[in-house]
């Protein structure tokens, strides 16, 4: 199954975007053992439309859009379920299970994700109760994703 990500603001060079490629790479490199592989980043810039509510429907268009046939939506939102590590890694091994080719992650912008979304999310899911910023959310969901390939594949990376 592949797994892209979505996000509405774009990473400059430097830090983050560093330590947010470097787990990336290795999701990238260690998933195809277990069945999971690295889709496309999609980065578009924020809407400078006039209202919020305007912003979130301009940006939840272009995510739709980007959007594989039948892919499936997995939405950060700060309303979400709340997973431990081990949760999340069964949701995407579920989810591979179940045949499922493509999904998507999606990180919101400075306000959110169109509630609209929520009605087509396969998922919605929280990082925690604190706001974070973009930049460091990327960092956050791409550890999550190797975190996820090491619970599934038994490594010994993630312990309790």
Known sequence: MK?????????????????????LDRFAKAGPAIG??????TEIAE???????????EEG????????????????DERG??????????????????GKREMTIAIGGADGLDP???????????LGRMTW???????LIAEQLYRTVTILSGHPYHRV
């Open 133 to 139: 910023p973009h930049q460091l959310v990327r960092i």
């Open 3 to 23: 797994i892209g990500l979505f996000a509405v603001g774009r990473l400059k060079a430097g830090p983050e975007k560093d330590l947010a490629a470097r787990y």
């Open 116 to 126: 609209d979304l929520h009605a087509r999310a396969d998922a919605v899911i929280c």
């Open 47 to 57: 809407s400078r439309a006039s209202s919020s509510d305007t912003r979130k429907r």
């Open 81 to 98: 379920k709340h997973l431990e590590s081990p949760d999340f890694a069964n949701l995407i091994g579920g989810f591979r299970d179940q």
């Open 36 to 41: 999971l592989e690295a889709g496309r980043m």
């Open 61 to 76: 268009a272009q995510l739709l859009k980007s959007l594989p046939d039948a892919g499936l939506l997995i939405l950060l």
